[in-house]
């Protein structure tokens, strides 16, 4: 049975569901971020997923990074699945700008996360949605179904 790894749980906010991957959006206001989960259980690396499955993820990570660079005009979409931290599957999708705090360096470990606010994520979610759910493919259909989480108070 596939269960989130508890990291991903505490330092993201799921925005919904394609065929194979969970989609969520990294609590750090410093880049737009989302990562791609496989809903497949004890998976660690991609050789690990089914030849369907790995195709589906190429796919899904494709069109994700499609649609941010050309929605959220990044000058540069950094794709990377580590696992150094946290081991189950799961592929960063990060949109870079030249302007941005760590540009050009990687931004693992870079900075502090900047964690979104409700009036961020009012305007942000909706672009996202947008961006998101707008494939025709049926195999790229996205289910939207934004959690939430309750927002961190200033003496986080």
Known sequence: MFKLHPQLQRDTM???R???CRVLLMDDAHYPWLILVPERPQIREIYE????DQQQLWRE???????????LEADKINI??????????????IARYTNDIAWP????AYAPASHYTDTYLDALL??????LCAAEDEHLHMHW????????????
Do not use: T, Y
């Open 14 to 16: 799921m925005l919904g």
């Open 18 to 20: 394609m065929s194979l």
């Open 49 to 52: 997923l089914d030849a369907d």
């Open 61 to 71: 990570s494709a069109f994700v990074a499609r649609q941010m660079q050309s929605g």
């Open 80 to 93: 990377a699945a580590l696992g150094n931290v946290v081991e189950q599957l799961h592929i960063h999708h």
């Open 105 to 108: 360096a990687p931004v693992f």
């Open 126 to 131: 909706p672009r996202l949605k947008s961006l």
């Open 145 to 156: 179904r934004p959690a939430r989480k309750p927002r961190h108070s200033p003496s986080d």
